[in-house]
């Protein structure tokens, strides 16, 4: 039997941290257009560099199978991924036709998931249409196309490569993100066509960019913390996008 490396018996042994999913098409190979449950692997590998155990969670109608909470059984935390628009039924508002795609399934199942997250207290890391579930979820808004409806000169959907950041956000002090990263004016990646208009209730302000649109809340209860920006895309290279999954697998480990 090989002897484990250290780092192997580090990720080993660390929490479990779960990961949700979304649905598409087989593109190509054998099979074109069956459908798939995936994630990007950015998503796996910062979990993984940070020590935590990935745990991929299927999604699946919660309203048919009412299991949500029996999957997070035996988990120590939750990254809510990036994806698909938010439905504005979500939030009060009639579907425009700059909105993007969305899943209504997704949204259900999501929205259920995050709640059961938070019923059993385990933290929660939510990026990009994380971050604005986490704001529907609180009763707030989105504005469903920054370029429409308020106009800027920050790219917030850049055309650069996506392991690069694109602008900077003002961190607030005194948070969880100052924790991760320090109170600083932090360079991101960024890819989003939407954003928080009114905020949710229980969330505070973390961090907002050079526009005045807020980029990342905390809970006011609970460990929960969520950002606009892609954090999994350059953590590779840039150590405070790894420090926000360190940051939550050292929370989960607690």
Do not use: K
Not at 30 to 48: E, K, Q
């Amino acid at each position: 039997m090989t002897r484990s490396t250290s780092r192997d018996a580090r990720v080993a042994s660390g929490p479990r941290i779960a990961i949700s999913t979304t649905t598409g098409q087989e593109l190509s190979g054998p099979l074109p257009g069956l459908p798939r449950t995936n994630v990007s692997t950015d998503y796996v590998d910062a979990v993984l560099a940070a020590g935590g155990v990935p745990v991929m969670l299927p999604l699946f109608d919660p309203e048919r199978y009412p299991i949500v909470d029996d999957q997070l059984e035996g988990v120590d935390a939750l990254v809510l991924t990036g994806g698909q628009d938010i439905d504005p039924s979500r939030y009060g508002q009639e579907r425009r036709p700059e909105c993007g795609e969305s899943l209504p399934v997704r949204d259900a199942y999501d929205l259920r998931l995050l709640e059961a997250a938070r019923s059993r207290g385990i933290p929660v890391l939510a990026i990009c249409r994380g971050f604005q579930l986490v704001n529907v979820a609180g009763g707030g808004t989105l504005v469903q196309d920054l370029p429409t409806d308020r106009p800027s000169e920050v790219a917030h959907w850049q055309s650069g490569a996506p392991d690069q950041p694109t602008h900077t956000v003002s961190v607030t002090p005194g948070g969880l993100l100052a924790q991760a990263v320090g109170e600083v004016d932090l360079a991101v990646v960024s890819y989003h066509h939407q954003g928080v208009d009114q905020l949710g209730r229980g969330l505070v302000v973390e961090a907002t960019a050079p526009d005045g649109l807020v980029e990342a809340v905390r809970a006011e209860q609970g460990w929960l913390l969520a950002v606009q920006w892609h954090p999994e895309m350059s953590h590779r290279h840039d150590r405070r996008g790894l420090a926000l999954f360190e940051l939550l697998v050292s929370a989960a480990s607690g």
